[in-house]
């Protein structure tokens, strides 16, 4: 159903390339720029022959072709129950879109058809107007590259200000959130946008700093033992890491994950939770950290 | 001299040429035989080519060659003392854009395919176009006119590929009079950029919304995702013929590798999708009549779906397993009986986190706050061993620990001690 060579890169390349020569003819380095740009890396290597050679009899070698118009193709039924699909999202009030002629389409899947079973419970609410308002104004302005100032609720409980330019909005499916990446006066830092309570553009009278940082990235080494399918659980837990893995024998494995320095104490509790199967071995400040914890624990007596 | 050619260094590549063998192309038939290649070096990447090549060394070096052509710089190389390794290696939140989609627009087709296709949609460029067989064979030779030599399409072959495109809905067909017109399908003007953008990533099967995005100019994100699981990118087709079975309400023969990944065969009947954010599997629950049971089968390890009869019973079979959520951690069902379990953490001034954690990352069960830094878990679930992982992310406030089955207290009190020994805690602690 998913893998049909319409849905292809190599007939995306090519409807750029008849794109470009219904207009006027492609010298054959532009066509190459467009495969290299639009396909595979290899892709020039078969594209570009069979065109010379003119196997597919939609360009000339000089560039020339008989199609009368660019090429369009209309949306397939996968596509268009797709998106009906995606327009029972509760999170598709987030963005201001219209999902015209789909109403006598069926939904590839009904959100009843999908349980999450291990999303964080205190997500954000899509359903509130005035987050809705706030995100849009923060993903305008990651787009279009502005200044705003954001109202938001610190730690404390308390209302503060804060005036920075939006980098971009994470989103973690596991706590069901949006963090926005800010650069404002005291570098760059994040905020949890359920905790804002207004997002506007800065007016254009209002100075504005910004000083340049970027994420601190550490690496952490441990080392596990294939017990109890451990391999492969602690692999897909880290797969969506920068990581290298290998193997030291049998059933020993080492593994170097690089992670930003806020998550650190995210990252002693994900390790904690695969038991004697994972030992961290460097840095040795933080097999400290869970020795610490280890330690606290024997005191619990249990 | 050979068709295959061979990668000598980064972006060279001789084209040889040589009598015998099957010339090595980047596009691919099948996708099964590539899926578990680029799992392995997504997921594992230290295997070395020694690990691959039990079938044949030169099946794993095209594939190698191909996922490295698809994927470019998000794959790399290492040379370790078991040979060298291949690797994917991915920082979700870096990375913009799945990188594993372009696996998924990879699929291999004709000379014919691909000339047929632009020919035919140019012919029907706009829905109010309607075409009988003769003038779009018409249209065809006329669009060939450059060409010393055109290509001869046979009607039975355009006729193939016209029924194809109705299939797909983007090709329709009509019946005025004896004559019958064809015409491409009307499509709606979708222009989310950023809605395709965000639910491309996150959404399942969110590859399609990949696909549309290829429609529309490229564009940067704006968004980042951490968290990001995207093995299941590599399931997607599973995915979607099972969407379709649940959909239609049917059952489905799945072709399934057990632990040991030796094929079997099981017919059973889809209920629901579950889907872990914590790990990025995602599972297929389903009822089967034979054993009379509602179980859970990893989406990675269906090899193939093929549905089958409508069961009436759908409605309820569904609603019996939305009543056992409630008792589920994850998708155990162990062996049908519910298991107590519960869990006291002890924190400290300042630590009041530890209950809204408790609060937040629970998925069943109750919290008790007993004290004033004291709180206590408990649930009935089907598997409480399903609970350990979490519970042990609370290592060093756990108090106390009970449940109804007493070897995963044992277990756990056992895991522990490893765990101090592992670390030296109590030779350190005697000192």
């Known amino acids: 159903m998913i893998f049909s060579e319409l849905y292809g890169t190599y007939y995306n390349a090519v409807a750029k390339i008849l794109t470009a020569?219904?207009?006027?003819?492609?010298?054959?380095?532009?066509?190459?720029?467009?495969?290299?740009?639009?396909?595979?890396?290899?892709?020039?290597?078969?594209?570009?022959?069979?065109?010379?050679?003119?196997?597919?009899?939609?360009?000339?070698?000089?560039?020339?072709?008989?199609?009368?118009?660019?090429?369009?193709?209309?949306?397939t039924n996968l596509q268009k129950r797709w998106l009906k699909a995606i327009s029972l999202d509760k999170r598709i009030k987030l963005f201001d879109v219209k999902f015209d002629g789909l109403e006598d389409v069926q939904p590839l899947f009904r959100p009843e058809d999908i349980y999450v079973f291990d999303s964080f419970s205190d997500g954000d609410d899509y359903e509130n107007e005035q987050y809705v308002k706030n995100f849009r104004v923060a993903l305008d302005a990651v787009k279009n590259n502005y200044p705003i100032k954001i109202k938001y609720t610190d730690r404390r409980g308390f209302a503060s200000f804060i005036a920075a330019r939006p980098l971009r909005l994470e989103y973690s499916e596991k706590d069901d959130k949006f963090r926005l990446y800010i650069s404002g006066s005291r570098g760059m830092s994040t905020i949890n946008l359920g905790r804002a309570q207004s997002c506007e553009r800065l007016a254009e009278n209002v100075s504005f700093t910004e000083k340049k940082t970027a994420p601190v990235s550490k690496t952490v080494t441990i080392e596990l033992v294939n017990e109890r399918n451990a391999l492969e659980r602690v692999m897909l837990h880290?797969?969506?890491?920068?990581?290298?893995?290998?193997?030291?024998?049998?059933?020993?494995?080492?593994?170097?994950?690089?992670?930003?320095?806020?998550?650190?104490?995210?990252?002693?509790?994900?390790?904690?939770s695969f038991g004697p199967f994972v030992k961290v071995v460097q840095p040795q400040r933080f097999a400290e950290l869970i020795k610490d914890r280890l330690y606290r624990q024997l005191d619990c007596g249990l | 001299?050979?068709?295959?050619?061979?990668?000598?260094?980064?972006?060279?590549?001789?084209?040889?040429?040589?009598?015998?063998?099957?010339?090595?192309?980047?596009?691919?038939?099948?996708?099964?035989?590539?899926?578990?290649?680029?799992?392995?070096?997504?997921?594992?990447?230290?295997?070395?080519?020694?690990?691959?090549?039990?079938?044949?060394?030169?099946?794993?070096?095209?594939?190698?060659?191909?996922?490295?052509?698809?994927?470019?710089?998000c794959m790399g190389f290492r040379q370790t003392s078991g040979g060298k390794s291949v690797f994917i290696s991915?920082?979700?939140?870096?990375?913009?854009?799945?990188?594993?989609?372009?696996?998924?627009?990879?699929?291999?087709?004709?000379?014919?395919?691909?000339?047929?296709?632009f020919f035919i949609f140019d012919i029907l460029y706009s829905p109010e176009v309607k075409c009988s067989m003769a003038e779009i064979h018409e249209g065809i030779e006329k669009r060939q006119q450059l060409f010393l030599q055109a290509r001869v399409f046979d009607e039975s072959t355009i006729r193939k590929k016209l029924k194809e495109y109705e299939e797909q809905g983007i090709v329709k067909k009509?019946?005025?009079?004896?004559?019958?017109?064809?015409?491409?399908?009307?499509?709606?003007?979708?222009?989310?950029?950023?809605?395709?953008?965000?639910?491309?990533?996150?959404?399942?099967?969110?590859?399609?919304?990949?696909f549309l995005l290829d429609k529309l100019p490229p564009q940067k994100t704006p968004f980042a995702f951490k968290h990001h699981y995207?093995?299941?990118?590599?399931?997607?087709?599973?995915?979607?013929?099972?969407?379709?079975?649940?959909?239609?309400?049917?059952?489905?023969?799945?072709?399934?590798?057990?632990?040991?990944?030796?094929p079997f065969t099981i017919t059973t009947l889809p209920?629901?999708?579950?889907?872990?954010?914590?790990?990025?599997?995602?599972?297929?629950?389903?009822?089967?009549?034979?054993?009379?049971?509602?179980?859970?089968?990893?989406?990675?390890?269906?090899?193939?779906?093929?549905?089958?009869?409508?069961?009436e019973n759908f409605e309820s079979y569904r609603q019996k397993l939305e009543d056992m959520q409630k008792n589920l951690w994850g998708v155990s069902i162990g062996r049908g009986a519910k298991e107590h379990i519960e869990f006291t953490v002890r924190c400290v001034k300042g630590e009041e986190y530890i209950f809204d954690r408790m609060m937040r990352e629970k998925r069943c069960g109750i919290v008790v706050r007993l004290d004033?830094?004291?709180?206590?878990?408990?649930?009935?679930?089907?598997?409480?061993?399903?609970?350990?992982?979490?519970?042990?992310?609370?290592?060093?406030?756990i108090v106390k620990l009970k449940c109804t089955n007493d070897d995963i207290v044992q277990k756990f009190k056992d895991d522990l001690e490893q765990m101090y020994r592992l670390y030296g805690i109590k030779e350190e602690a005697l000192v």
Request: hydrophobic fraction near 35%.
């Open chain 1, 21 to 75: 020569a219904v207009e006027r003819d492609v010298p054959l380095a532009q066509m190459r720029e467009i495969i290299r740009s639009a396909a595979f890396e290899e892709s020039v290597f078969e594209i570009e022959p069979a065109i010379t050679s003119q196997r597919w009899n939609l360009i000339s070698k000089d560039g020339k072709t008989d199609i009368e118009r660019k090429p369009t193709m209309p949306l």
């Open chain 1, 238 to 272: 880290f797969a969506h890491f920068e990581k290298q893995a290998e193997r030291i024998d049998d059933t020993h494995y080492r593994l170097t994950i690089t992670y930003d320095s806020d998550d650190e104490n995210e990252m002693i509790i994900r390790f904690l």
């Open chain 2, 1 to 73: 001299m050979s068709d295959k050619p061979m990668r000598l260094s980064r972006g060279l590549v001789f084209i040889l040429r040589e009598e015998s063998g099957v010339a090595y192309s980047e596009l691919i038939k099948n996708f099964e035989k590539i899926r578990s290649y680029m799992r392995d070096f997504y997921v594992y990447g230290f295997k070395s080519r020694d690990d691959y090549t039990q079938k044949s060394a030169r099946s794993y070096d095209d594939e190698r060659r191909r996922i490295e052509s698809w994927l470019g710089d």
């Open chain 2, 90 to 117: 991915i920082d979700s939140r870096l990375q913009r854009g799945n990188p594993l989609f372009r696996a998924w627009k990879s699929c291999s087709f004709t000379d014919g395919d691909i000339t047929l296709h």
């Open chain 2, 174 to 210: 009509e019946k005025v009079g004896h004559t019958v017109l064809y015409s491409r399908c009307e499509s709606p003007a979708f222009d989310g950029a950023d809605a395709l953008m965000f639910f491309s990533e996150i959404a399942p099967c969110g590859v399609i919304g990949s």
């Open chain 2, 230 to 262: 995207i093995t299941h990118t590599l399931d997607s087709d599973i995915l979607c013929s099972l969407f379709d079975a649940i959909d239609r309400r049917c059952e489905v023969t799945l072709e399934v590798l057990n632990r040991r990944k030796t």
């Open chain 2, 271 to 311: 209920l629901k999708i579950f889907i872990s954010v914590q790990n990025g599997r995602q599972y297929l629950m389903s009822y089967s009549e034979y054993n009379d049971r509602i179980f859970s089968t990893r989406l990675d390890n269906i090899i193939s779906v093929k549905i089958g009869d409508v069961c």
């Open chain 2, 372 to 397: 004033e830094n004291t709180c206590r878990f408990s649930a009935e679930v089907y598997d409480a061993g399903e609970l350990v992982p979490w519970i042990r992310t609370f290592i060093c406030r």
